[in-house]
T-cell receptor, first 112, second 118 residues
Framework: GQQLNQSPQSMFIQEGEDVSMNCTSS?????WLWYKQDPGEGPVLLIA?????ELTSNGRLTAQFGITRKDSFLNISASIPSDVGIYFC????????????FGGGTRLMVKP | SQTIHQWPATLVQPVGSPLSLECTVE??????LYWYRQAAGRGLQLLFY??????ISSEVPQNLSASRPQDRQFILSSKKLLLSDSGFYLC?????????????????FGPGTRLLVL
């Protein structure tokens, strides 16, 4: 099936540092979504991107829909301990009905 | 506003026993509904999705089944659990038709059910 390559797989950073993660694919997506999953809970939608080139912020989070429609990145500025969790990207292909393709996740650990 | 519930939160079952996990959505009508499984430390695997009552599509052949007896209720079942069925089961919903800024492919997840098969 379709693959989303999400990197890095894990990050261990110091509180206050900025974080960047991305997802890439060989396929063209028409929607990109970013989710955060806290331990033992369901993923929560952070940002939804619906147009190529779109740059959207949600507090300290910023995500962009790549102009080629094959990639997206998520940045977190000034990380805090509660940013700990697994971040997933998800993309929607035009011929996929309502199905999403998920990346493998980026596990973020923040040292106070 | 819409909310999604999953029950139970945690379940420990012996191998060979039956399974029934429930997902209900409030605050929306005619949602698309999804069941995912997440192995420990891994990504999400789509198991089933439903676009309406009694309409179930299976993505992965296995000993699990799904049913949608009511518009906002989605049930995941098994007649005989296997050890490999252990995992974190997530239900999700999306709108049937998009609005101005919410498209049908935007999915919202429930809190999950952790299943341990021994």
């Amino acid at each position: 099936g379709q693959q989303l390559n999400q990197s890095p797989q894990s990050m261990f950073i110091q509180e206050g540092e900025d974080v960047s993660m991305n997802c890439t694919s060989s396929s063209i997506f028409n929607t990109w979504l970013w989710y955060k999953q806290d331990p033992g809970e369901g993923p929560v939608l952070l940002i939804a991107l619906y147009k190529a080139g779109e740059l959207t912020s949600n507090g300290r989070l910023t995500a962009q829909f790549g102009i080629t429609r094959k990639d997206s990145f998520l940045n977190i500025s000034a990380s805090i301990p509660s940013d700990v969790g697994i971040y997933f990207c998800a993309g929607h292909l035009n011929n996929a009905g309502n199905m999403l393709t998920f990346g493998g996740g980026t596990r973020l650990m923040v040292k106070p | 506003s819409q909310t999604i519930h999953q029950w139970p939160a945690t379940l420990v079952q012996p191998v060979g026993s039956p399974l029934s996990l429930e997902c209900t959505v409030e605050g929306t009508s005619n949602p698309n509904l999804y069941w995912y499984r997440q192995a420990a430390g891994r990504g999400l695997q789509l198991l089933f999705y439903s676009v309406g009552i009694g309409q179930i599509s299976s993505e992965v052949p296995q000993n699990l089944s799904a049913s949608r007896p009511q518009d906002r209720q989605f049930i995941l079942s098994s007649k005989k659990l296997l050890l490999s069925d252990s995992g974190f089961y997530l239900c999700a919903w999306s709108v049937l038709r998009g609005g101005r800024r919410v498209l049908p492919e935007t999915q919202y997840f429930g809190p999950g059910t952790r299943l341990l098969v021994l």
